[in-house]
């Protein structure tokens, strides 16, 4: 399952874009988003997904459980 | 770390984010000879005080000298919205116009369209002598906006000041950069050097892809902040060190930050109240946490202040200020009238107004080397506190009533020492209204023994006589320092022949919240 971006939590900080391994996140109108075919979860980078550790709201970066989880 | 003081101005949507703030700030080595003459960092001391390479550094910059920060201004360009840690005095979230406080801003701008602020406002406002890079996030965690930014606006105004102020994290990484760029002030962060200390101020650290929590993330921080701190003093980059004081977390440790980053070449430590309120939406404010009163942290910047100087002045603004510290110009520049606006650099005309500070500032000073040979002779122990009107350029310039803020003198036998400052504009604060504006401004000067202002009002002046501070207009437009000796020197007099009562002013209040203007609904800055 990638992870998302609940838009209504986003500061909009950008902290998360450059972390991102697989370049999925952009920012679109100020919020950024996550491509979920990019998404990996990290997996195979780094112990734990970048958006999720740098941003600075608890609860943003979530699973988004309307896709299958992902595989390598 | 800075200050939008403008009610109902339209923030973007990028301004959603706001952000901590990191207060910027300088480096190494005002005074350390002493002496009763030093107050903040080459106050009044001045450029005797100092080595000249390091006075040349300071003498124009607001934030590093307490003397030019009558006469100059700087700007905060918010171009840094990421962060790397977490402190539980921020809140990214909280959006609000009104705040003044760091980290806060309205609007992100892009290094092109800081670049392009900077000249109109440099072009506009002569006195504009400092760009600093404060946020709303860390700079350092934002390098290619911030040094973007700084290589442009190098390249079209070299006179212009370029500094940082960073929590430090990042900071070893950078500083070979900095030094590249000619940044030549840098502020760090630091409030603690003890993990068990610091793990009640930072929830996490987010360092080389990997969130750190707890004392782990104290520890990491605090090292590399010292790190940053010994390259800097190295590099010849004059360093402050910012702290935020916690009252019942950080307060009595500070003595401790202030001998370690004195060893390791801090040129300067500014100690600033928490800000802390419900509203903000902080862990500290949620919390209850409260913030030390006026005397408490005067005794702390005090205690400090043996060897080093002390930053006192600082208004703790936002990442977006403009203007003189304690005013904030920055609703005048949006993005929208810069782009429309028909920029004239111009050089000559900017140092024409530097030339005529240094005018102006010798004649203060030589007028208070005059006043204080007045109190030659005077061998008494007793200190007062006077509060100060002033709209800048060192004099006594302001009505009591229009004062968003009063500056803070400390007089002995030895002079006027400027102590601090204290804000009274009105903030949203549950509880006071409008009408009790005048009780918020006795609040807040409550440990003075007078207030020295251009104009009062017979009514303001009735409250505060029966408050016990005296209301002083006869040196209406005169210089500060001066005015305050010879005010002092007659209330010596009057102590000798009884004429005033020798009692002890209590404690006074250090103000938080939001501002919000005169007449504005008191709800909409919350």
């Known amino acids: 399952m990638p992870y998302k971006i609940v838009a209504s939590q986003c500061t909009g900080c950008s902290a998360c874009e450059p972390e991102c391994p697989n370049k999925a996140i952009s920012e679109k109108d100020g919020i950024f988003l996550i491509d979920p075919k990019k998404c990996t979860e990290c997996i195979g980078f780094f112990d734990e997904p970048q958006c999720v550790a740098v941003c600075p709201v608890d609860k943003t970066c979530i699973v988004d459980k309307s896709f299958p989880r992902y595989q390598k | 770390m800075e200050a939008l003081m403008e009610p109902g101005r339209v923030s973007e949507r990028f301004s959603k984010l706001k952000g901590l703030a990191i207060a910027v700030a300088p480096h190494k080595g005002c005074g350390s000879s002493g002496g009763s003459g030093k107050s903040s960092c080459g106050s009044s001391a001045g450029s005797g005080d100092l080595p000249p390479d390091v006075w040349e550094k300071v003498k124009n910059h607001p934030c590093y000298s307490e ?31 009104n705040e003044s406080r760091p980290g806060v801003v309205s609007e992100r701008l892009t290094p092109e369209q800081a670049a392009r602020k900077v000249l109109a406002v440099a072009s506009e406002i002569p ?20 040094f973007g930014t700084f290589d442009r606006v190098f390249k079209a105004a070299p006179d212009i000041k370029l500094c940082l102020s960073t929590n430090g994290l990042a900071l070893p990484d950078h500083v070979a950069r900095i030094k590249d760029f000619k940044v030549d002030h840098v502020t760090i962060t630091i409030n603690m050097i003890d993990p068990e200390v610091g793990a009640r101020i930072y929830p996490w650290v987010f360092f080389r892809h990997k969130r750190y929590t707890g004392k782990d993330a104290a520890k990491l921080l605090s090292e590399r902040q010292l790190e940053g701190l010994e390259m800097l003093t190295q590099a010849g980059i004059l360093c402050k060190v910012n702290s935020v004081m916690i009252p019942g977390i950080n307060d009595d440790h500070l003595v401790e930050v202030n001998k370690a980053v004195k060893s390791r070449g801090a040129f300067l430590h500014n100690i600033m109240p928490l800000i802390s309120a419900p509203e903000h939406g902080t862990v500290f404010g949620l919390s209850g946490q409260r913030g030390p009163t006026a005397q408490e942290l005067k005794a702390l910047q005090d205690k400090c202040e043996g060897e080093m100087n002390m930053m006192r002045h600082c208004r703790q603004c936002r990442a977006d200020a403009v203007g003189l510290l304690g005013e904030d110009r920055g609703a005048e520049f949006t993005t929208e009238r810069i782009e429309s606006m028909e920029v004239q650099y111009d050089a000559g005309k900017r140092q024409a107004y530097r030339d005529s500070v240094e005018v102006e500032r010798s004649a203060r000073r030589a007028a208070r080397e005059q006043e204080l040979l007045t109190l030659a002779g005077e061998n008494s122990n007793r200190k007062i506190l006077l509060a100060v009107a002033t709209k800048g350029g060192g004099k006594v310039n302001e009505h009591f009533g229009h004062a968003k803020e009063f500056q803070i003198y400390e007089m002995s036998t030895a002079g006027a020492k400027f102590v601090g400052h204290r804000r009274v504009d009105l903030y949203c604060q549950g509880g006071y209204g409008e009408e009790d504006a005048l009780a918020g401004v006795i609040r807040a000067i409550n440990d ?47 102590l000798k022949s009884g004429a005033v009562a020798d009692v002890e002013r209590g404690d006074a209040v250090i103000r938080q919240g939001a501002f919000v203007e005169v007449g504005a609904p008191a709800g909409q800055a919350a």
């Open chain 2, 67 to 97: 003397e030019a920060h009558h006469h100059y201004a700087r700007m905060h360009v918010a171009v840094a919205p990421a962060c790397n840690i977490q402190c539980n005095y921020c809140n990214r979230k909280y959006d609000c116009a």
């Open chain 2, 127 to 146: 006195q504009m002598t400092v760009l600093g890079i404060a946020g709303p996030g860390d700079p350092l965690a934002n390098p290619d906006k911030t």
């Open chain 2, 448 to 494: 003075c023994v007078a207030v020295l202002v251009a104009k009062i009002g017979a009514c303001p002046k009735e409250e505060l006589r029966k408050a016990g501070i005296e209301p002083i207009d006869q040196y209406a437009y005169g210089y500060i320092e001066t005015s305050a000796i010879s005010y002092y020197r007659g209330y010596l007099e009057r």
